[in-house]
């Protein structure tokens, strides 16, 4: 069975600051891809990062870099610079197809 | 692009009645994905087809039926509503499996009462 959990049902950060949100997983699969997907308010679900498990490096896109730890099956989720327009709702996913429960994002400005 | 889309946005339904999900991907994906939402929870896996004419049940699969005639359409039929089944249907779609990025449709609001 293949779990990801997110253990920060609600989270807050300043405009400009950084945040970061955790997600931690089990699989048996030995390769395998990480995904971050956010959800503002109209509910589309929107792609914002992806990690290959086979990658060692961090995958980095703009804003937002995963620190990716295999050994410790975690997968977190750092938002720099944050912005008004991040505020959502984060959700971590492995393969296959299995999502946490998500975290709540609240940005102040 | 439209990329995936579906339709309605919103439905409410009596108990028992039926109804059809539509989703359409011009993406030529190979993967198409329905999946539920309900409040304050991650996605749910209903069904899943890897291609025209295949077939086969994700994590939730009970009280739904799916059909791929066409690569580009994948509907979701619920045959009798239950107010279990209220909830948000989201669509995807993938161009090989699933460790591809998935690309959403915008949602289903469903209500059954």
């Known amino acids: 069975a293949q779990t990801v959990t997110q253990s920060q049902p609600e989270m807050s950060v300043q405009e400009a600051e950084t945040v970061t949100l955790s997600c931690t997983y089990d699989t048996s699969e030995s390769d395998y891809y990480l995904f971050w997907y956010k959800q503002p308010p109209s509910r589309q679900m929107i792609l914002v990062i992806r990690?290959?498990?086979?990658?060692?490096q961090n995958a980095t896109e703009n804003r937002f870099s995963v620190n990716f730890q295999k050994a410790a099956k975690s997968f977190s989720l750092k938002i720099s610079d944050s912005q008004l327009g991040d505020a959502a709702m984060y959700f971590c996913?492995?393969?296959?197809?299995?999502f946490g429960a998500g975290t709540r994002l609240t940005v102040k400005p | 692009n439209a990329g995936v889309t579906q339709t309605p946005k919103f439905r409410i339904l009596k108990i028992g009645q039926s109804m059809t999900l539509q989703c359409t991907q011009d993406m030529n994906h190979n993967y198409m994905y329905w999946y539920r939402q309900d409040p304050g929870m991650g996605l749910k896996l209903i069904y899943y087809?890897?291609?025209?004419?295949?077939?086969d049940k994700g994590e939730v699969p009970n009280g739904y039926n799916v059909s791929r005639s066409t690569t580009e359409d994948f509907p979701l039929r619920l045959e009798l509503a239950a107010p279990s089944q209220t909830s948000v249907y989201f669509c995807?779609?993938?161009?090989?499996?699933?460790?591809?990025?998935?690309?959403f449709g915008p949602g289903t609001r469903l209500t059954v009462l």
């Open positions: 990690q290959e498990a086979y990658k060692q």
């Open positions: 996913a492995s393969i296959i197809l299995r």
């Open positions: 995807a779609s993938s161009l090989r499996d699933p460790l591809n990025t998935q690309y």
């Open positions: 087809s890897v291609g025209a004419g295949i077939t």
